[in-house]
């Protein structure tokens, strides 16, 4: 598996930034990048009406080693193609019980 796992993406995160009365700010940051596979995993996509505009939402799993650091609402770019973070699960070796690489569900949503 980790022979699949050639893929570079750049990570972008939101931070909080003051403003300037007393709140905060939420950004995104390109803050690095992190190697690993991306499939496809629902062709089914739903479509919703948003703001007057059809939005496709597909589903993909990403999966990368447990060094890289992905964390849950990151967003992915690889390709011009940007894709959200929705949850990240470990996944452990059957035999040792030791940790072998991180599955993630990520969301691609194209607006028409």
Same mark, same amino acid.
């Given at each position: 598996?980790?022979? !699949?796992? *050639?893929?570079?993406?750049?990570?972008?995160?939101?931070?909080?930034?003051?403003?300037? %009365?007393?709140?905060?700010?939420?950004?995104?940051?390109?803050?690095?990048?992190?190697?690993?596979? !991306?499939?496809?995993? *629902?062709?089914?996509?739903?479509?919703?009406?948003?703001?007057?505009?059809?939005?496709?939402?597909?589903?993909?799993?990403?999966?990368?080693?447990?060094?890289?650091? %992905?964390?849950? *609402?990151?967003?992915?770019?690889?390709?011009?193609?940007?894709?959200? %973070?929705? *949850?990240?699960?470990?996944?452990?070796?059957?035999?040792?019980?030791? !940790?072998?690489? !991180?599955?993630?569900?990520?969301?691609?949503?194209?607006?028409?």
């Amino acid at each position: 598996m980790r022979d !699949l796992m *050639n893929m570079t993406f750049q990570v972008y995160r939101k931070t909080r930034v003051p403003d300037s %009365i007393g709140g905060f700010t939420e950004t995104e940051e390109h803050t690095h990048s992190v190697v690993g596979f !991306l499939s496809i995993r *629902n062709v089914m996509a739903k479509e919703r009406n948003k703001a007057d505009q059809m939005e496709a939402e597909v589903t993909h799993d990403f999966y990368c080693m447990p060094d890289q650091d %992905i964390k849950r *609402n990151d967003v992915l770019e690889h390709a011009g193609t940007r894709y959200r %973070i929705v *949850n990240v699960r470990p996944a452990y070796d059957a035999i040792s019980g030791t !940790l072998h690489h !991180l599955e993630c569900e990520a969301e691609e949503v194209q607006e028409e």
